[in-house]
């Protein structure tokens, strides 16, 4: 089996996951892995939980849609983040439903939007930045998260969802099941004195486990 096969059945196993525990919900988010020779994309408007591998969307390495169905609309979001940070191996894009409460609360930090609650959040996302709302699509957030310069591995969308990269596909997905739990006891503590870790803790983790 090729790699690119492996690939194409590994997006739509990981996407199935994440959707059949509620991560996504609908035809919400969108999920890309690169290739040797590109890039695959889920499908616009297509529901994670039922992927055809051998319809994923593919991508040469300037952009152009090769084969598939038509690519996701955050096409170039998910290529801002290749094109800046080029360990990036997979990016993922929800709607879940705690990341996304804090993308809509008003007092939300737009430099640390997920702050340092629990060790994992900081050892597989790192800081997350907030970026101001655009329509889904819109060309500008690619622009918005090329600015960054590669320096954060997720941000979340105000009033819509997060993004998250990894170094491969289940890394990405993993980090991003990470922020959404982070963002869960975020907002169930919201009114509560909080013991955050503290920046000698956020130095120790990011020395021991690095950061991606
Ligand atoms: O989440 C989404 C837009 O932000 C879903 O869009 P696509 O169906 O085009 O991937
Ligand atoms: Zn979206």
Do not use: W
């Amino acid at each position: 089996m090729s790699a690119e096969i492996r690939m194409r059945d590994e997006i739509a196993r990981l996407s199935k996951s994440l959707f059949d525990r509620g991560f996504s919900v609908g035809s919400a988010g969108n999920i890309s892995a690169a290739v040797e020779d590109g890039i695959l994309m889920t499908p616009t408007n297509s529901c994670l939980g039922f992927l055809d591998p051998a319809r994923i969307s593919k991508l040469d390495r300037s952009g152009r849609h090769i084969s598939g169905d038509k690519p996701s609309k955050e096409v170039f979001l998910h290529r801002a983040f290749y094109e800046t940070r080029p360990q990036t191996g997979a990016v993922v894009h929800l709607h879940s439903t705690f990341a996304t409460a804090l993308s809509c609360l008003a007092d939300t930090d737009p430099d640390d939007c997920i702050p340092p609650l629990t060790p994992y959040v900081v050892m597989r996302v790192g800081q997350v930045r907030l970026l101001p709302y655009v329509k889904p699509g819109d060309e500008s957030m690619g622009d918005m998260i090329a600015e960054l310069g590669g320096r954060y591995a997720a941000v979340l969308l105000a009033n819509h969802g997060p993004v998250v990269t990894g170094k491969d596909i289940a890394s990405a997905v993993y980090a991003a099941e990470e922020l959404e739990e982070t963002a869960k006891l975020l907002v169930l503590l919201r009114d509560a004195p909080k013991r955050m870790l503290s920046p000698e803790n956020v130095t120790e983790l990011k020395a021991v486990f690095g950061s991606y």
